[in-house]
Nanobody, 123 residues
Framework: VQLQASGGGLVQAGGYLTLFCANSRRLISNNAVGWFRQAPGKEREFVAT????????SVADSVKGRFSISRDRAKNTVSLQMNGLKPEDTAIYYCAASIYSIGGTSSDTYRYWGQGTEVTVSS
């Protein structure tokens, strides 16, 4: 496991969680980082990405206005702030480091992955 994702848990609909992605090496600081999620029985999908310096961010339409991504270069972490959670946000969330300085929405451009953290939103 090269990246460590944390912060998942059980929350009621409308609640919030903050996920963190960390790494002891420079995988996060030197590359774009993305968050993906996979719900039971569904394919993995893109959630958000942030460029190596934080200057470029993008979130999926399904979470736009509710989720935001940021990085703390001093702590070498990338955070995913999730507000207004819905039951359909229930999934295992994975962070990944790209091989590029600006990441895309395809998981193919992300080489290094964490073990995932589970988010459950109850109705």
């Amino acid at each position: 496991v090269q990246l460590q994702a944390s912060g998942g848990g059980l929350v009621q609909a409308g609640g919030y969680l903050t996920l963190f992605c960390a790494n002891s090496r420079r995988l996060i600081s030197n590359n774009a980082v993305g968050w993906f999620r996979q719900a039971p029985g569904k394919e993995r999908e893109f959630v958000a990405t942030i460029s190596w310096n934080g200057g470029v961010t993008s979130v999926a339409d399904s979470v736009k206005g509710r989720f935001s991504i940021s990085r703390d270069r001093a702590k070498n972490t990338v955070s995913l702030q999730m507000n207004g959670l819905k039951p359909e946000d229930t999934a295992i969330y994975y962070c990944a480091a790209s091989i590029y300085s600006i990441g895309g929405t395809s998981s193919d451009t992300y080489r290094y992955w964490g073990q995932g953290t589970e988010v459950t939103v109850s109705s």
